[in-house]
């Protein structure tokens, strides 16, 4: 992989239209603070102007232009509607059944103010936490700009996450109201959504006074009275004129949750100036966005990092006409994507590799009955991209003309940190390649030092950049020690990298006990303490295995209580108890949680000091042989394992 020799050019054409130009390098390179500040004052429009750059003195919270004052909603929406753009269109819905919506920015702006107003009626002020807990339809959009427009945090939840995951969210962001709907569509059913609101604010002591319901699917829905409010009803009595609430340039814009190593997700915090610039400029440029003649299309739900800043804030505060689809690929057919491509002539696409490996194992007849042409830049997020399925994007949907762009970044980062620049950089399948200009990222040894070209180590990320989180929600000391207790001074992004002979970074995954299923986050230790909350199991260990389509897949090993012990005893008994473990992790995490393999095993492999080695059993999942088990307490133990996994289930221990 180090000797990538295939590498490509941008076309003289992409080349002289492109907005991102090769001097970018240079002129961030010297003077990196003067260089994020033009793009401040470019892509931002301020209320107050900021006069300073970068606080660093708290490091590692940074301030970035800290005395200026600034509306998130109002850079997304109003200000394109007073340049006179009010009758772009913002934002092509297409519902999974086939129901489609047109929304201009003026219709935008409307939505936005009565949401607000509606949101300031039921009590939300500036500071308050909104959870927003929805499908992928257009008032996810607005809700989210309404918080912004009130300067009321939002925290949104994935509609797939469950009523405990959303629970525990909402208790730790501490939040007032949550936002959410009768259900959403999905693979041609409705999909009720409020019943798990109603079982998460239900517990004793919930924060939340209100929960605001959008109807979506019109299925049955209880509503509690005094607490529960249809969003039409609200919306419907709400004024369309609201002034936005200027906030600092520090001011939190909202709380993402994501899996860190230990069991609690951890609230990201983002603010507001920082992010917004940083969003904005790397749509910009990544995507090469025109925003009177592109329509921009990014298949990631509004629940991921993805969706805030390359749905909601990069896209719209650029004016950019995007699509939104609220279904899965292969809903009601395999060819939906690209049938939805056709239909708006979507010119730039922004995806996830394990998509593109789904479509590719569906075949190239699919996306070849649709017009495709359409597409002039693909972009690709969430886990590195193999060559084949980099080689399959660029021929098979780009028409072997379209850049691809790997862009790497994390909820952490809030915004794109490498990735080339179409139109100036020479693409290689399989490496995100370069820093964007005003990011200081190396790959490191474990003394912090600059590995040479031709050699790996860790990635990290050596100087602030406005688009960093700002915290973990309550939490000062685990954000230091997550991020930046490994190496002095440098953030640690838990990712492994290699630079190969020209100094492009190829991304290697994480190197600590998080997973990438599809491109998604899970930790190791999450889902383990989801599996010893069941009665039957004693202990859990988690690894991700390889797998060709989802990049990693969730394996679990378990040793069952002894009172469980007759059922781990036979076939059937072992299929009955991983079905039911499945459902139980999905129960408590989510249906993207749960295991893909669930062994019952008579022991664990541990160190001395009792460390569970993953490595082993990351061999026993993929198939392997075992590695080496010297430092194993009991070095038997693996031998036990495999004779339990080759076909006689013992006894499993007490
Ligand atoms: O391991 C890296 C992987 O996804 C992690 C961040 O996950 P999350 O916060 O959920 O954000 C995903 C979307 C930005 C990273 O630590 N990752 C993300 N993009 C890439 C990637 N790995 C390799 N190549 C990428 N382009």
């Known amino acids: 992989m180090l000797h990538e020799t295939r590498a490509f050019p941008p076309s003289p054409e992409f080349a002289a239209q492109a907005n991102a130009q090769a001097d970018m390098y240079q002129a961030a390179s010297a003077d990196r603070l003067e260089f994020w500040a033009d793009q401040a004052r470019k892509h931002v429009t301020w209320k107050v102007p900021f006069t300073t750059t970068l606080d660093w003195s708290e490091a590692p919270v940074a301030k970035w232009f800290a005395d200026g004052k600034l509306n998130a909603a109002y850079n997304a929406v109003d200000r394109h509607v007073a340049a006179g753009n009010g009758d772009r269109v913002a934002l092509h819905f297409e519902g999974e059944p086939g129901d489609t919506r047109t929304v201009t920015y003026a219709d935008l702006q409307r939505e936005v103010n009565r949401a607000a107003n509606a949101l300031a009626s039921i009590g939300v002020q500036t500071g308050d936490r909104v959870v927003i807990y929805l499908p992928m339809i257009v008032e996810a959009v607005v809700a989210m700009l309404a918080c912004a427009r009130l300067g009321a945090p939002h925290s949104v939840v994935f509609g797939g996450f469950s009523s405990d995951a959303l629970r525990s969210r909402i208790a730790d962001a501490g939040a007032k109201v949550v936002i959410t709907a009768d259900g959403g569509f999905r693979r041609g059913k409705p999909s009720a959504l409020k019943p798990a609101v109603d079982e998460a604010v239900a517990a004793e002591g919930s924060p939340v006074e209100h929960v605001v319901v959008v109807a979506r699917t019109g299925q049955e829905t209880t509503m509690v009275e005094g607490r529960d409010v249809w969003w039409n009803d609200l919306m419907e009595s709400a004024d369309v004129e609201h002034t936005p609430v200027w906030v600092d340039a520090e001011h939190p814009l909202f709380i993402l949750y994501t899996s860190g190593t230990t069991g609690n997700p951890k609230g990201i915090l983002h603010t507001t100036g920082g992010y917004l610039t940083q969003t904005a400029y790397t749509h910009f440029n990544v995507f090469d966005l025109k925003p009177e003649t592109d329509v921009y299309w990014c298949t990631a739900d509004i629940g991921w990092v993805t969706g805030h800043s390359y749905v909601v804030y990069g896209p719209l505060l650029n004016g950019a006409t995007q ?316 031998d036990l394992i495999a004779s339990e996994l080759s076909g006689t289930p013992g006894k499993p221990q007490a």
């Open 323 to 638: 699509v939104i689809y609220e279904g899965t690929p292969d809903s009601p057919h395999q060819g939906r994507w690209w049938e939805i491509i056709e239909k708006y002539k979507v010119s730039l696409f922004y995806t996830a590799p394990t998509a593109i490996r789904t479509c590719m194992k569906w075949g190239e007849d699919i996306p070849n009955k649709y017009d495709l042409t359409s597409l002039r830049v693909l972009g690709s997020v969430g886990e590195s991209i193999n060559p084949e399925a980099w080689m399959w994007y660029r021929r098979v949907i780009g028409g072997d003309k379209a850049p691809i762009v790997d862009t790497w970044w994390q909820t952490e980062t809030g915004a794109i940190m490498i990735s080339p620049l179409p139109g100036v950089t020479a693409t290689k399948p399989g490496s995100a390649q370069r820093p964007l200009p005003g990011i200081s990222a190396d790959v490191v040894n474990d003394s912090a030092e600059s590995v040479p070209n031709g050699s790996g180590g860790y990635l990290v990320l050596s100087e602030p950049w406005p688009a960093m989180l700002r915290g973990i929600w309550g939490d000062l000391e685990r954000f230091k020690d997550t991020y930046w207790s490994r190496f002095d001074g440098l953030y640690f992004a838990g990712d492994g990298a290699k630079k190969d002979e020209d100094g492009d970074i190829w991304l290697l995954g994480r190197v600590d006990d998080v997973m990438n299923v599809s491109g998604h986050r899970l930790s190791t230790m999450e889902i383990e303490s989801a599996l010893v909350s069941h009665d039957i199991v004693a202990e859990a260990a988690v690894v991700g295995a390889a797998d060709d389509t989802t990049g990693q897949a969730v394996v679990a090993f378990v040793i069952l209580r002894e009172q469980s012990a007759d059922q781990g005893a036979t076939p059937e008994g072992v299929a009955q108890i991983q079905e039911e473990l499945r459902n139980h992790v999905a129960k408590e995490i989510g249906p993207i949680a749960k295991p893909r393999k669930i062994l019952v095993v008579p022991e664990l492999p541990k160190t001395r000091s009792g460390k569970i080695m993953r490595r082993l059993l990351r061999d026993v999942a993929e198939n392997r042989a075992v590695g080496d088990a010297t430092t194993l307490a009991d070095s038997s133990v693996m």
